[in-house]
C-alpha cells in the first residue's frame, strides 16, 4: 500500500504517472459521455460520491497542470462551482479556457484519460492540460 494521502486507486495513479506535457486528463461528473479510445477511471459509487471537487483536488495534489478548459455553461448553471474551480486553479496559476459545451465534449476525444466522479451538479466537468515540473 502507498504511503500518502492522495491517490490510492491504482488505475488513476498510473495514469497520473504516465501523463507527459500537453496531455489531457478529463475529471468528470456521472453524466460526461467518455468517448471509446479514451480510458475511462470510473470511480462513481452513487450520486455525489466521491464528489467532483474531491476528485479534482485528489488529482490536483499529484499532477502539475498548466491549462483547464471548462465548458462556458457553467457559468450560467453552476457559477458556485466555478467559484470553487477558480479559488483552486488561479493559484496555480493555471488560465482557464471557455469553450461552448459541444466543443468541450469533442476536446476529451483527444484526452489522454477520463476520470468520473459521482458528482450531479450541471457543467461538472474539467479537461486538465498537462504542464511539466521544470
Same mark, same amino acid.
Given at each position: 500500500?502507498?504511503?500518502?494521502?492522495?491517490?490510492?486507486?491504482? &488505475?488513476?495513479?498510473?495514469?497520473?504517472?504516465?501523463?507527459?506535457?500537453?496531455?489531457?486528463? %478529463?475529471?468528470?461528473?456521472?453524466?460526461?459521455?467518455?468517448?471509446?479510445? $479514451?480510458?475511462?477511471?470510473?470511480?462513481? /459509487?452513487?450520486?455525489?460520491?466521491?464528489?467532483?471537487?474531491?476528485?479534482?483536488?485528489?488529482?490536483?495534489?499529484?499532477? /502539475? $497542470?498548466?491549462?483547464?478548459?471548462?465548458?462556458?455553461? =457553467?457559468?450560467? !448553471?453552476?457559477? &458556485?462551482?466555478?467559484? &470553487?474551480?477558480?479559488?483552486?486553479?488561479?493559484?496555480?496559476?493555471?488560465?482557464?479556457?471557455? %469553450?461552448?459545451? /459541444?466543443?468541450?465534449?469533442?476536446?476529451? !476525444?483527444?484526452?489522454?484519460?477520463? %476520470?468520473?466522479?459521482?458528482?450531479?451538479?450541471?457543467?461538472?466537468?474539467? =479537461?486538465? !492540460?498537462?504542464?511539466?515540473?521544470?
Amino acid at each position: 500500500m502507498r504511503k500518502n494521502s492522495s491517490t490510492l486507486n491504482g &488505475q488513476l495513479s498510473r495514469i497520473i504517472s504516465e501523463t507527459g506535457h500537453t496531455d489531457l486528463i %478529463v475529471v468528470t461528473d456521472a453524466g460526461l459521455p467518455i468517448p471509446l479510445g $479514451v480510458e475511462r477511471v470510473d470511480l462513481a /459509487v452513487r450520486p455525489g460520491l466521491p464528489s467532483f471537487l474531491d476528485l479534482l483536488d485528489t488529482v490536483l495534489d499529484e499532477m /502539475v $497542470v498548466e491549462g483547464a478548459t471548462v465548458s462556458e455553461e =457553467i457559468r450560467e !448553471h453552476s457559477p &458556485q462551482l466555478l467559484d &470553487q474551480l477558480e479559488a483552486r486553479l488561479i493559484p496555480l496559476g493555471v488560465t482557464i479556457e471557455f %469553450v461552448p459545451h /459541444v466543443e468541450f465534449k469533442a476536446a476529451t !476525444h483527444g484526452a489522454r484519460a477520463a %476520470v468520473r466522479s459521482g458528482e450531479f451538479t450541471a457543467y461538472a466537468n474539467v =479537461i486538465l !492540460h498537462a504542464g511539466v515540473a521544470y
